[in-house]
């Protein structure tokens, strides 16, 4: 299994503001992926983190918003950008290794924003 | 459209009773089905379900999925106050490039 180490475990921002979350893993891995879950509700993916280049967005989510950085295998970062209250959420950053099938998680990032 | 479905959606018991815990799906391409059980913030992986009619057992929880009517149950018995979590069930496709989840199942054991 890989060990994620994602920070900040939380932080309560101003709206408007940006914050950016990092996630770094100990081994090389195949996927990244970064996840939201609203309050109450199941896991949304993002987008796939893509080494070297630009990442892959699912619907309702885009770039501006949402920039995301991977510079190698281990390490990657998510940044919400111009925040509302309406991105307060968990922040989760999820990966799978070459040898493994199953998806792994970081230990996640609370936020509120006021 | 994919899509995994989870019910109940709530469940609350006392310890020492089993629950069953069920997980449709509708995928193109599927893989392999996933169980994780979120206490806090990060899910941790439980079962990983490949073939039908296989059961996965770790200790009181136990899981089996039915590929041609697609769907998995998850099941606790002897349900302690520790399994209060929510249980989410993913589903992944041909190349483990996507995981698609549930909306989760929230189970409150009371003493």
């Known amino acids: 299994s890989a060990v994620i180490s994602q920070k900040p475990s939380r932080d309560i921002c101003q709206r408007g503001t940006s914050l950016t979350i990092q996630c770094q893993v100990d081994?090389?891995?195949?996927?990244m992926f970064w996840y939201r879950q609203q309050p109450g509700q199941s896991l949304t993916l993002i987008a796939t983190?893509?080494?070297?280049?630009?990442?892959?967005?699912e619907s309702g989510f885009v770039i501006d918003k949402f920039p995301i950085s991977r510079p190698n295998l281990t390490f990657s970062t998510l940044t919400v950008s111009n925040m509302s209250p309406e991105d307060s959420s968990i922040y989760l950053c999820?990966?799978?290794?070459?040898?493994?099938?199953?998806?792994?998680f970081g230990s996640g990032t609370q936020l509120s924003v006021l | 459209e994919d899509k995994v479905v989870q019910s109940p959606l709530s469940l609350v018991v006392h310890e020492g009773d089993t629950v069953t815990l069920n997980c449709s799906y509708e995928?193109?391409?599927?893989?392999?089905l996933l169980w994780y059980k979120q206490e806090k913030k990060a899910p941790t992986f439980l079962f990983m379900l490949?073939?039908?009619?296989i059961e996965k057992k770790s200790g009181r929880l136990s899981s089996i999925l039915d590929k041609k009517e697609l769907f998995s149950i998850l099941n606790i018995t002897a349900t302690q106050t520790g399994d209060s979590a929510v249980y989410l069930c993913?589903?992944?496709?041909?190349?483990?490039?996507?995981?698609?989840f549930g909306s989760g199942t929230k189970l409150n054991v009371k003493p």
């Open positions: 490949t073939s039908s009619g």
């Open positions: 983190a893509n080494q070297g280049s630009e990442a892959t967005y």
């Open positions: 993913a589903v992944t496709i041909y190349n483990f490039n996507k995981f698609y």
């Open positions: 995928v193109t391409n599927f893989r392999s």
């Open positions: 081994s090389q891995v195949t996927m």
């Open positions: 999820s990966v799978r290794t070459a040898f493994n099938e199953k998806l792994f």
